[in-house]
Each structure stands twice: as C-alpha cells, then as structure tokens.
C-alpha cells in the first residue's frame, strides 16, 4: 500500500512539477488572485522559461540545467538572458514559498545589473534601422547606390542636399523606405512627416521614378514583395542567393520553436477553438507589430498542426489534448471548455509575439 502511494504520488508530481505545467499554473494562479501578470511577462515565462525547459522538474532542477538555459537565451541577447534568469528566479521562489521545494540552484546566479550603453543611438540611426530593404543588394544581386546625392541639387536654407536611401542605376529609379504607418502619421513627429512630404514632391516636381516602402508595408509583409513587383516590371527582377547566410541574431531554435508550438497548441485545442477562429483574431488585430507576428506565428503552427491532425489519423490515435476534451464532453460532465475568456486561448499574439524587454522588473 505505501508503496503504490509513493507511486502515486511520484506520477503526480512528474506531471505537476515539470516547468511547462508549473509555469501555466501560476499564471492561472495569479489571475486567481487578482495579480495577473502584464502581457510581457506572460510572454517570458511561456516563451522562454516553460519553452526552453518545458519538461525539467522545478524540484530536480541542476545547474547544468540553468547553464543551458542562460546559454541559449544569450544567444539572442544580453537582455533576454537577464529577463530569463530573473522569471526563472521568480518561478523557484514561487515554489521555495509554497514548500514545493527547499532551496534552489538559482539562488547561487546572480542577475547582472543594468546594462550602460556606451552611447544612444541618434535619431538618424534608428531611422536606418527601419530600412530593411538594405539588404536586397547583397541578398539579390542587384545594383545599388546607398544615399547618393539626389542628381538635382537641392540645398537652401530650409534644406541640404538631399540623399535619397537607395539608387538603382541600371533602371534609374529611387527608393525611399519611410517610418510611417498606414495614414502616414510617424512616431518620429511632424517634421519627419514634412520630409516625407517634401521629398514626394521633389520628385513630383523633377520627375525621377520613385518607389516607397514604409514601416506599415514591413509589419505587414508587404513592403518587400510590392518592391519585387516594382524591379520587375521595370526590368530588374530579383535574383535569389540559397548559400547566402544572414546577418543578425540567429533565428529561433528547433527546441524553443518546438516548445512554443506544443504550447500554444495545448491553448488552442484545451480552449476548443479553430483555426478559422485563430485567423479572425489575427486579422481583427490594430497594432502592425502583432498582426505581422501573429499572421507569420499562424502560418507556421497551421501547418504543423495539419501534419500532426494528418498522422494521429492515418495511426487511428488520438492525443493526450483530445482526451481530456472528449472526456470533458460527456453527457454528465460539469466541465466545460471555455471560449474566448483566456487571452492566451482566444489571442495568438499571447505566445506568437517576440520577446520585449519590459520596463519593470518583478519581485523575486
């Protein structure tokens, strides 16, 4: 008898303690309790704590364990890195507070203190950031000028010379990536819309071929496909580079993207919700950033979730997730799923959305 209660009680803590589990229960839990967490902080913990040690026991947790972990994020940031090490911190002193567990190897890590710029970005700076095009000169091969002088002279006292971002040569046509949204409006401010202006009507008033993208073209994919179509009808099309490697931070781990699929997967399918659904939420979306990453997010995890529906059919199966709901399903059941009142279930942005650095750091 003890020993099939030590078993028992074994099997629920196998279930109940991994990270994924734990990590969900207390979100629930501070929602419970009228503490919810800020959208931001959510996306930590699913994303990177529950996403990269989704089937670690919080109470048999090591410190090769958390050395992985702190390695994998800082390989997409310094930030990332401190953000996790804290929500990580966050979730052992959660349990060290229940009883769950008595100490933690995370105690002996340190979270780094704020990270001191050794300057701020100028404004022009981060404007450049914003022009993603840049690449398509090594990624396509085709020719280009990076802001050149404009070939008519346009210096006065209101203005300097004016330098276009991009110069095609071979097809004689200028491009100019602008930071604004769908009515033109900048979060740069009003003189960054007049120089919007002003520079359509130089061009206008000279008559030199102008294509434009802008930042709500980038959040929303279309800003590089509408550029394509304008290269190629002027006798440029692109041509594609496969051995070419990127620039940048790498891309999302096979492990994390894994993590964060199965995830949201266990959302969707314990929320009872389609992907027709899902695609009406994406696309009722208002903010550019989350349409974009919700619309990419969706796109990936339809066609996961298609060949994982493809083989439970083909093996005559069904999952653990179908379980539980065919269960809940039953005639007598009191339980039901609920539709659209989580924000996880009812929003892919919850998960899809990437990581942000807060702007404050919680109590651990």
């Known amino acids: 008898m003890e020993k099939r209660r030590a078993e028992a009680k074994e099997a629920d ?58 390695k994998e994020l800082a390989l997409r940031s310094i930030s990332a890195r401190t953000w996790g090490l804290i929500y990580l911190k ?15 190897p995370a105690d002996a890590y340190t979270v780094p203190d704020k990270v001191v710029r050794e300057r701020v970005l100028r404004t022009s700076e981060v404007q450049r950031i914003l022009e993603a095009c840049r690449d ?46 769908d009515k033109g409006r900048s979060h740069f401010g009003r003189q960054y819309e007049e ?28 800003a590089l496909p509408h550029l394509a179509d304008v290269l190629a009808q002027r006798g440029q099309p692109l041509k594609y580079d496969r051995n070419r490697r990127s620039k940048g931070p790498p891309p999302i781990g096979d492990r994390e993207l894994a993590g964060l699929i199965r995830t949201f997967q266990q959302h969707v399918k314990g929320g009872g919700i389609t992907i027709d659904q899902l695609r009406t939420a994406a696309a009722a979306e208002t903010d550019d950033v989350d349409a974009a990453r919700s619309e990419v997010f969706l796109w990936i995890y339809e066609r996961i ?33 609920i539709h659209g009142r989580s924000r996880n279930q009812s929003r892919p942005r919850t998960i899809a959305k990437g990581y942000r650095s807060p702007h404050s750091r919680p109590k651990t």
């Open 305 to 337: 979730a298609a060949e994982w529906e493809r083989q439970l059919t083909h093996g005559g199966c069904i999952d653990f997730d179908d379980m539980l709901r065919r269960c809940a399903m039953r005639p007598g059941s009191s339980f039901r799923p």
């Open 13 to 70: 803590a196998s279930k109940s303690l991994v990270m994924s589990t734990y990590v969900a229960d207390y979100i629930e839990r501070r929602r419970t309790e009228r503490k919810p967490l800020i959208l931001q902080h959510e996306r930590i913990l699913s994303r990177d704590v529950a996403g990269l040690m989704p089937d670690v026991r919080i109470d048999r947790i090591t410190t090769a364990d958390i050395d992985a972990f702190l």
């Open 90 to 104: 966050v979730i052992l002193n959660d349990a060290k507070r229940r009883g769950t567990i008595v100490a933690s």
């Open 136 to 181: 398509n000169g090594t990624t396509h091969g085709i020719v280009y000028s990076y802001e050149r002088e404009y070939e008519h002279p346009t210096a006065t006292l209101d203005h300097g010379q004016y330098r276009p971002d991009f110069f095609f040569p071979d097809i004689d046509l200028y491009h100019e990536h602008f930071a604004i949204d």
């Open 195 to 222: 120089g919007v202006a002003w520079k359509r009507r130089l061009h206008a008033e000279r008559e030199t071929a102008l294509v434009e993208t802008t930042s709500h073209q980038i959040r929303r994919r279309q």
